[in-house]
């Protein structure tokens, strides 16, 4: 906002496209930032030492030139003529755009552009000051790409899981003359079945969620948590 207060002032001569005023392009070579002002046509007519920097082009070999052009400038997430229309109501538009540097290589600037007029406040130009965010856009998309990796990776290990349980299921309830229950570390049962099941006076599928001591007597829990907890650990062998 400071910025755009503070570059409203300058403006074009609208008969002959060249500054009325160069007092401030003294201040603008001091700025890190790229500030270009062009005309209507998009024509380059003043290009300080930040856009040099950042884009590789000389003031020589900008000036006078498309600025869209020029540095093949694409908007992020937006159009143009969209950024024309919110530019027409606000006379503000600040977004993120791609560019091409004279090397070639892309550069993304974070943009805020507002109008320059002339004495008959007519608008004749644009005022652009762009800030090199290359880095911070790259590091963003390294991590969305790891995000995505990641869910992608979890999806995955979500699919497997299923694809056990299902296994698992299947096998414990086909298990030949004889019952297999699977308990988690609350040795509540996830899974109780097996073709010797039409022998307990209850259906596996009941027992499913509910712990250990629910179902069993007291020594038999306490005779069998041990190899349980053992088991859960890893232990082969107890």
């Known amino acids: 906002a400071e910025l755009k207060t503070l570059y409203q ?18 201040f603008f070579e001091h700025v890190s930032d790229a500030v270009v002002l062009y005309n209507l046509d998009f024509i380059i007519k003043s290009w300080n030492q930040g856009a040099t920097d950042i884009y590789g082009f000389p003031k020589a070999e900008a000036i006078g030139q498309n600025f869209r052009d020029l540095l093949t400038s694409t908007p992020l997430d937006t159009t143009w003529g969209d950024i024309e229309i919110l530019f027409q109501k606000t006379g503000y538009w600040n977004g993120e755009i791609s560019h091409r540097h004279k090397d070639g290589r892309e550069i993304i600037t974070e943009t805020a552009i507002s109008p320059l007029f002339n004495e008959d406040k007519l608008r004749v130009g644009v005022l652009s000051i762009q800030r090199d965010i290359t880095q911070r856009h790259l590091h963003k998309k390294r991590l969305e790409q ?10 995955e290990m979500n699919l497997q899981l299923i694809k056990s349980q299902q296994w698992y299921e299947a096998l414990i309830r086909n298990f030949p003359n004889g019952i297999v229950g699977l308990v988690n570390h609350d040795l509540r049962f996830e899974i109780m079945g097996g073709t010797g099941e039409i022998n307990l006076p209850y259906r596996g599928d009941d ?5 250990l001591s629910d179902i069993m007597p007291p020594e038999v829990v306490k005779r069998d948590e041990p190899y349980l907890r053992a088991a859960l650990k890893g232990e082969t062998h107890v």
């Open 146 to 155: 790891r995000i995505q990796d990641r869910t992608h990776e979890l999806e």
């Open 207 to 211: 027992l499913v969620g509910r712990k």
């Open 9 to 26: 002032s300058v403006y074009f001569d609208g008969e002959h496209s060249n500054l009325i005023t160069h007092a401030h392009e003294p």
